[in-house]
């Protein structure tokens, strides 16, 4: 069985080390993976001077090649973003972006870099907007080359106009909690299997 790594990119806009409800949720995460051997690491994007572009490499102390190395060596990316005005996190936005270099870049084998690769997806808010937001996320995520898994999204939204967030929520949701170990077990399945039986060179 092959040995799997997972890495969560945490897009909250708050730097550390300040609470995060996205942190939360993505230590969670990764709690799940572990259960099931796979390690894992979180990166709070926000912490890292990541320049504006779609390239690999923006230059001038962009810290983003240093963020995609740690991408290249995992086999399964879950993104966690908060909403906003019912949208993902500009720091989200600013993740895809660069990834979306990616559609430019291949293995040895010619296939596209970031085939073989698993994704996952955690939202946070306080107002509706998950289901909009995972939509718009696996949507990029599958067009630079990720396989997405079945069930592979887990969110907490709270009530509208309120101002209770998914840290302050103790216990944590039991809805929530399956959501998430769902998210691991179906993306650590899809990356074994791609692992063992890879796709087809183009």
């Known amino acids: 069985m092959p040995d799997l790594s997972c890495l969560v990119l945490n897009c909250t806009l708050?730097?550390?080390p300040a609470d995060s409800s996205a942190e939360l949720l993505g230590s969670q995460v990764l709690e799940a993976f572990e259960e099931l051997?796979?390690?894992g690491s979180m990166v709070r994007v926000v912490d890292h001077d990541v320049r504006f572009g779609v390239t690999t490499d923006e230059g001038d102390g962009d810290q983003w090649p240093t963020l995609r190395e740690k991408l290249l060596a995992a086999q399964i990316l879950v993104l966690v973003t908060p909403i906003w005005l019912g949208q993902a996190s500009s720091v989200c936005k600013m993740v895809l972006e660069r990834l979306d270099a990616e559609l430019g870049e291949s293995d040895d084998d010619g296939r596209p870099s970031m085939f073989g690769k698993v994704a996952g997806i955690g939202v946070v808010g306080n107002e509706d907007g998950a289901h909009?937001?995972?939509a718009d996320l696996?949507?990029?995520?599958?067009?630079?080359?990720?396989?997405i898994p079945a069930q592979a999204t887990t969110y907490w939204v709270g009530e509208a106009m309120q101002a209770v967030d998914y840290k302050d929520m103790s216990p944590t949701p039991e809805k929530?909690?399956?959501t998430t170990q769902v998210l691991a077990r179906n993306a650590t399945h899809l990356a074994r299997l791609l692992a063992e039986s890879p796709y087809p060179a183009g």
């Open 37 to 39: 051997g796979v390690a």
């Open 132 to 134: 909009h937001v995972t």
């Open 138 to 147: 696996a949507q990029a995520l599958d067009d630079v080359g990720f396989t």
């Open 176 to 178: 929530t909690a399956q």
């Open 14 to 16: 708050k730097p550390s």
